[in-house]
């Protein structure tokens, strides 16, 4: 296991888009580069940025892929099935962790349970607290045609709507964070923390690394 991810806080006092792009350009990009269940990419290229004020997770995902999925429009949809990035995350001791699935057009499933079978899925009103801004651009790269994608999420502390947390100060957790594309025509599986099974699996939370909001 490697060494645990400390989240950088940034005690701003509001969630405008230019606080957040204040606070980007102040955290480094963790890769995503863990390929358990096929072989590497080299196309592919996927990194995010976490941050918090206390209050609120703000979570980047910046994508570059040969290939873009975006088809479900609507939340709590398979939009793992699209091109999608996810978030794992268990706080403190809790047995129950979230799985937050986006895809590229900000489109999310929100879950709470033990396990990848008991699952309960969060009510609509509570994703809508979440702020998403996507943007997709086509680009060349070694003379082929790529797409990146980028996804700026603020994630609310209502959001964990079986937590009692009144701050992240300090507050340790396990998570994971992924890419996906089951319906494209190369369908990838990649971790952050690498996953060891035969199938593939985010939801292994005995993979999950640890972190800790500053």
Avoid at 131 to 157: A, C, D, H
Wanted: with cysteine.
């Amino acid at each position: 296991m490697k060494n645990k991810l400390i989240i950088p806080n940034f005690s701003l006092k509001s969630n405008k888009e230019k606080d957040f792009e204040k606070v980007l350009k102040l955290v480094n990009y963790n890769n995503i580069n863990q390929y358990p269940w096929g072989e590497t990419d080299e196309f592919q290229r996927i990194r995010f940025k976490i941050a918090h004020n206390n209050h609120n997770i703000y979570l980047h995902y910046d994508v570059i892929e040969p290939e873009i999925t975006a088809t479900y429009l609507k939340h709590n949809t398979p939009v793992c099935k699209d091109s999608c990035i996810e978030f794992f995350i268990a706080f403190e001791e809790d047995t129950n962790y979230y799985n937050f699935e986006f895809n590229a057009l900000g489109s999310c499933l929100l879950a709470w349970g033990p396990d990848r079978y008991n699952r309960q899925l969060l009510d609509i009103k509570i994703i809508d607290l979440i702020k998403v801004k996507t943007e997709i651009k086509r680009i060349s790269q070694n003379g082929l045609t790529m797409f990146n994608w980028k996804i700026f999420i603020i994630i609310p502390l209502s959001t964990f709507s079986f937590n009692n947390i009144k701050s992240l100060k300090n507050i340790k957790a396990k998570a994971n964070f992924y890419k996906c594309g089951n319906n494209l025509s190369k369908p990838h599986y990649i971790t952050w923390n690498n996953i060891r099974s035969e199938k593939p699996d985010f939801h292994l939370k005995s993979y999950f690394r640890e972190i800790e909001f500053s």
